[in-house]
T-cell receptor, first 112, second 112 residues
Framework: TQLLEQSPQFLSIQEGENLTVYCNSS?????LQWYRQEPGEGPVLLVT?????EVKKLKRLTFQFGDARKDSSLHITAAQPGDTGLYLC????????????FGKGTTLSVSS | NAGVTQTPKFQVLKTGQSMTLQCAQD?????MSWYRQDPGMGLRLIHY???????DQGEVPNGYNVSRSTTEDFPLRLLSAAPSQTSVYFC???????????FGPGTRLTVT
């Protein structure tokens, strides 16, 4: 069974601080997606990383896919209250037609 | 496009009652799925469908039924509600099982 472990589970920081969220597995994924979920809403895709070692930037968010395609990280620079939410990683199997494997998420709270 | 719509937004049921959670998408996606989200448990896959007339079980299918008579609609039926089914339910659709998932706004269900 493929599992994705996210850490930390909770993170509470002040505006302007930097943070990193990790998504780790013993399995290899063909791609990995990051979602953000705000209270009372469904998750929304932020980015998909496909190639081992790939780095993608989305404004102050930097996503990295591990060289072996088993892990990923999300780094936020100078966090803002608008970054508050639940961050979920989801891995795609190499086996066609297999549903995404979701991590349990990291709840981020940024206070001003 | 409305994307993925879910009704109702909130529902309270008594133990033993049955009900149907509605889900519809207007993006012509073949793949649709139902998840439940519980604190500390992340998103768990209940049932999914790869196209009209085809459904399959996910990680936690017990107590739930689905059908897919059209590409657009994917209702989730609770046969005899139990307190353990208190949760937030999300419907999602995508072009493929491992593609970007478009989530609905969720249904918050309480079973007393």
């Amino acid at each position: 069974t493929q599992l994705l472990e996210q850490s930390p589970q909770f993170l509470s920081i002040q505006e302007g601080e930097n943070l990193t969220v990790y998504c780790n597995s013993s399995s290899v994924f063909s791609s990995l997606q990051w979602y953000r979920q705000e209270p009372g809403e469904g998750p929304v895709l932020l980015v998909t990383v496909v190639t081992g070692g790939e780095v993608k930037k989305l404004k102050r968010l930097t996503f990295q896919f591990g060289d072996a395609r088993k892990d990923s990280s999300l780094h936020i620079t100078a966090a803002q209250p608008g970054d508050t939410g639940l961050y979920l990683c989801a891995g795609a199997s190499h086996q066609a037609g297999t549903a995404l494997i979701f991590g349990k998420g990291t709840t981020l709270s940024v206070s001003s | 496009n409305a994307g993925v719509t879910q009704t109702p937004k909130f529902q309270v049921l008594k133990t033993g009652q049955s009900m149907t959670l509605q889900c519809a998408q207007d993006m012509n996606h073949e793949y649709m799925s139902w998840y439940r989200q519980d604190p500390g448990m992340g998103l768990r896959l209940i049932h999914y469908s790869v196209g009209a007339g085809i459904t399959d079980q996910g990680e936690v299918p017990n107590g739930y039924n689905v059908s897919r008579s059209t590409t657009e609609d994917f209702p989730l039926r609770l046969l005899s509600a139990a307190p353990s089914q208190t949760s937030v339910y999300f419907c999602a659709s995508s072009y493929g099982a491992s593609g970007e998932q478009y989530f609905g706004p969720g249904t918050r269900l309480t079973v007393t």
